[in-house]
């Protein structure tokens, strides 16, 4: 993400990139950046196209792609998920029209897909000048820690060490919820002030680990009743929605990851726990649920007209049925 940002900023904009990777955070900060990049003021409504894999066909694929720009240097087309269950051929259409895209500077390719198949023609066919954003979590320990600091340099926050190995023993790989911990603890601090340990101790979430289990469980469990009772309880203490939905989506991320046969690390009672809530769902399902908590997120960035209390209603809702 960091080599992304860099090239950006040099003036480099490639014609096609891959996102690939299970954290959806990396995806959005990704995509947010190459559509500004791309449209760079330009209406939306005429020169910006969103396809998903689910229901695009190849023919709706080249059309965008090929499709001129209105009043605008270039136009970009989003591909959501090309091996959607539903969505057939997507794969060999890129690998046919990548080549030709290399010499276009009237449109930009963005893919994005949550899980990939390295072997693939398709993802193999990324190659320069098209690339490949690994959009994987950072790893714990040093990895997470780097990732603090530059999501901190890039909020314009001055985070000392020890405050970044604090925020990621706090947290954990929770991007979203790191991204906002930081926030808090730089208004903790004061403007122009070095964030401390002690202020990201002072600001630390008040949202105890118990009652977000507590949702995460009946959702899990399918007690849908018990979900509504418990986020309507969390809203009441303050609980952000931000940090809410980072939590489901960690939550969720387990469930996919047991449900593919990888074992859950942690307490053999926990690990159980996930288990059985993951052999509740399809595969499909998982997917769709992470999907739905990828939209809600977007909702609570400003993109629509629903309120995000009642986003986060019908997502629990639905998550739980």
């Known amino acids: 993400m960091q080599k992304l940002r860099q090239e950006i900023s040099g003036g480099r904009l490639r014609s096609a990139y891959l996102l690939g990777g299970s954290e959806a955070l990396l995806r959005d900060d990704a995509l947010a950046a190459l559509r500004e990049a791309a449209l760079d003021g330009a209406s939306s409504d005429f020169n910006f196209d969103r396809l998903d894999g689910e229901s695009a066909k190849p023919a709706d694929l080249i059309d965008a792609v090929h499709s001129l720009p209105v009043m605008a240097p270039r136009r970009l087309v989003w591909l959501r998920e090309p091996e959607?269950?539903?969505?057939?051929?997507?794969?060999?259409?890129?690998?046919?029209?990548?080549?030709?895209?290399?010499?276009?500077?009237?449109?930009?390719?963005?893919?994005?897909?949550?899980?990939?198949?390295?072997?693939?023609?398709?993802v193999k066919a990324f190659q320069e000048p098209a690339v490949l954003v690994d959009c994987q979590p950072p790893p714990a320990g040093k990895g997470l820690v780097t990732w603090i600091r530059e999501e901190a340099k890039s909020q314009g926050v001055a985070l000392d060490d020890a405050a970044a190995q604090a925020l990621a023993e706090f947290t954990g790989p929770q991007l979203l919820l790191l991204r906002h911990e930081i926030e808090k603890a730089a208004l903790y601090a004061g403007p122009g002030e070095r964030v401390t340990r002690s202020h990201v101790l002072g600001t630390a979430s008040d949202v105890a680990e118990d009652p977000i289990w507590d949702l995460t469980d009946a959702i899990g469990e399918g007690r849908t009743a018990d979900a509504m009772v418990v986020l309507?309880?969390?809203?009441?203490?303050?609980?952000?929605?931000?940090?809410?939905?980072?939590?489901?989506?960690?939550?969720f991320r387990k469930l996919v990851r047991a449900r593919?046969?990888?074992?859950?690390?942690?307490?053999?009672?926990?690990?159980?726990?996930?288990?059985?809530?993951?052999?509740r769902y399809t595969a499909p399902r998982l997917r769709a649920c992470l999907d739905a908590i990828h939209d809600v997120d977007e909702i609570l960035k400003g993109q629509g007209n629903l309120d995000p209390t009642l986003a986060m209603q019908r997502l629990v809702l639905g998550l739980s049925a």
Request: charged residues 25%; positive net charge.
């Open 260 to 279: 593919a046969g990888e074992a859950p690390r942690g307490h053999p009672f926990a690990v159980k726990k996930i288990q059985r809530q993951a052999s």
């Open 232 to 251: 309507h309880r969390l809203g009441g203490a303050g609980a952000p929605p931000p940090v809410l939905l980072a939590s489901l989506a960690g939550h």
């Open 84 to 122: 959607g269950k539903r969505g057939k051929g997507l794969g060999d259409t890129l690998v046919d029209l990548l080549p030709a895209l290399a010499e276009r500077e009237d449109v930009v390719l963005v893919v994005t897909a949550n899980q990939l198949d390295r072997r693939s023609r398709w």
